[in-house]
């Protein structure tokens, strides 16, 4: 009974936890809202987040948190094939629309941040990650992301203005980079990428417990 059990809440976690939360993710992740006309605006992920998708996979697969061989195989029936790429296709999107969130629209500060994350996600493919120290690893860098943009930025965008947008202003004046071009969105914005985080580092923790299932039953013979 207790075998039975386990393999239903795991095919749950597999089959419909997994893919509902990455794909809130994915719904989630450019979504803003106008700060003056306070309607929906979805933000098409640009193409330098399906970039950092890619190597934040391959991240995933080297630091153990994705075991493609225990995952799809010849051995497992093909409806749980085609639900596990399935599951596959839903992280690899969540993972862009993750990066997109955090993003500055454009500017300046948009290439420095893409420039932050490829660099970041590079040399960590040469680094050696458990899958704990990996989480741990990503959740400070969505982290530390999600303060720069949508605590300090936000300040720097906001029409109002504050003491950073008059720093930086006075820094910069007379450097036509394009740093402060930039929309300003309401503050729930802020919100709706915090809960969009917090979804897909759940959906990574998910993963790693779900992953380590070297026990998987085998079939009667």
């Keep these: 009974m207790s075998q039975t059990n386990r393999s239903r809440n795991r095919a749950l976690v597999d089959f419909v936890l997994l893919p509902s939360l990455f794909l809130t993710v994915a719904l989630l992740g450019g979504l803003r809202i106008g700060a003056e006309s306070r309607t929906f605006i979805f933000i098409a992920p640009p193409l330098v987040t399906l970039l950092l998708a890619v190597l934040l996979m391959l991240l995933l697969l080297r630091g153990g948190l994705l075991s493609f061989h225990q995952w799809v195989g010849n051995d497992l029936p093909p409806l749980t094939n085609v639900a596990h790429i399935w599951m596959f296709i839903t992280l690899f999107f969540a993972s862009a629309q993750a990066f997109n969130s955090v993003l500055?629209?454009?500017?300046?500060?948009?290439?420095?941040?893409?420039?932050?994350?490829?660099?970041?996600?590079?040399?960590?493919?040469?680094?050696?990650?458990?899958?704990?120290?990996?989480?741990?690893?990503?959740?400070?860098?969505?982290?530390?992301?999600?303060?720069?943009?949508?605590?300090?930025?936000?300040?720097?965008?906001?029409?109002?203005?504050?003491?950073?947008?008059?720093?930086?202003?006075?820094?910069?004046?007379?450097?036509?980079?394009?740093?402060?071009?930039?929309?300003?969105?309401?503050?729930?914005?802020?919100?709706i990428a915090f809960f969009t985080l917090a979804f897909y580092v759940t959906g990574l923790i998910l993963l790693g417990f779900a992953g380590h299932k070297n026990e998987l039953p085998q079939k009667s013979t």
């Design 104 to 191: 500055p629209e454009r500017g300046l500060l948009h290439w420095l941040f893409s420039f932050f994350f490829l660099w970041t996600l590079w040399n960590n493919q040469f680094s050696s990650f458990d899958p704990r120290r990996l989480l741990r690893s990503l959740a400070v860098l969505f982290g530390t992301a999600f303060v720069f943009k949508h605590m300090l930025l936000a300040s720097l965008y906001s029409p109002e203005g504050g003491w950073l947008k008059r720093v930086a202003g006075t820094l910069l004046q007379g450097a036509a980079l394009g740093t402060l071009d930039a929309p300003s969105f309401a503050p729930a914005t802020g919100y």
